[in-house]
């Protein structure tokens, strides 16, 4: 893999420092190359929807990449405006009536059903990618317990909204 990636560096820069003029057979054997490489890397990974990405690596959960720069671009240096933003993009209100975003389903002695958890891998993705560029220079630091209230919090705020 190492070998694979001093390929691509090289070969990446010889391209760029190089004019394209696309009548030469070595620049299209080297842009091949790259090419062949920059497949063998991705060809592992997991297909995204068009456009999109995920939000950390493994996460499983995608989201447009314009969508997410521009919600970094928006929410800098704020770490708690950051998870607004994605809040409101992963949950719909719906989904928040009457849910919970950490714990189990809750049962109701007086015969009502208990509330619902939100999907553990949205919460635990956004978690975690908010409390990632909290590490990051030119971002506030959070703490992950001021976050936990932030969806409990959030939670509440759209359960008595009937939008």
Known sequence: MMIGRLTHRRSYRR??????????????RELQTLCDLIGERYCGSPASPSGQQELFPGSGIFISSFRLAA???ASKPNCMR?????FDHFFTVEECQNAVPFGRPGNNPSGK?????????KVDGILTY???CA????WEPIEEAKLKKAFVNKCRARAGSKE
């Open 15 to 28: 391209i760029r420092e190089t004019r394209w003029s696309g009548d030469d057979p070595g620049q299209v």
């Open 71 to 73: 919600m970094n671009h």
């Open 82 to 86: 950051l998870f607004h933003a994605l």
């Open 113 to 121: 059903e208990g509330k619902q958890v939100l999907d553990r891998k």
């Open 130 to 132: 908010v409390l990632r």
């Open 135 to 138: 590490t990051l220079p030119d």
